[in-house]
């Protein structure tokens, strides 16, 4: 199957024909690509249906843009807005010392 070249904050990635840039991330093994105003908490994929808003990126000069619902194209320059951001590996425990916040904490 062929594959798609993109770019995550400069650095080169790649996605299968069909798939959504959330799922691109989340195949390269990116858990969280932008945070939280108030909190700075991580956000990445949360509903996958683009209901709510965590999964937030810039794609192509765009900002705004639900990664789930937007699919991968071949030259797509994806930005999270921080460079480094959402490394392969990361994730809440390492980010956040231990666990995810409870449901309803209001950190959005």
């Known amino acids: 199957m062929t594959e798609l070249h993109l770019t995550l904050d400069g650095a080169p990635m790649s996605a299968r024909p069909g798939q959504t ?3 691109a991330l989340s ?9 939280t105003r108030m909190g700075g908490r991580p956000r990445g ?4 249906i683009g209901v709510c ?3 937030l990126i810039t794609a ?3 900002p705004n843009q639900r990664a789930c619902l937007i699919p991968a194209r071949a030259g797509m320059a994806l930005e999270t807005g921080h460079a480094g951001a959402g490394l392969a590996g ?3 425990a390492e980010m956040e010392g231990g666990s995810a916040p409870a ?3 209001g950190d959005s």
Request: aromatic share 14%; net charge negative.
């Open 53 to 55: 808003f965590d999964c």
């Open 45 to 48: 994929l949360f509903c996958g």
């Open 60 to 62: 192509d000069g765009v």
């Open 27 to 35: 195949d390269a093994g990116i858990t969280s690509w932008r945070t």
């Open 90 to 92: 990361d994730s809440w």
């Open 103 to 105: 449901a309803g904490s």
């Open 21 to 23: 840039v959330g799922a």
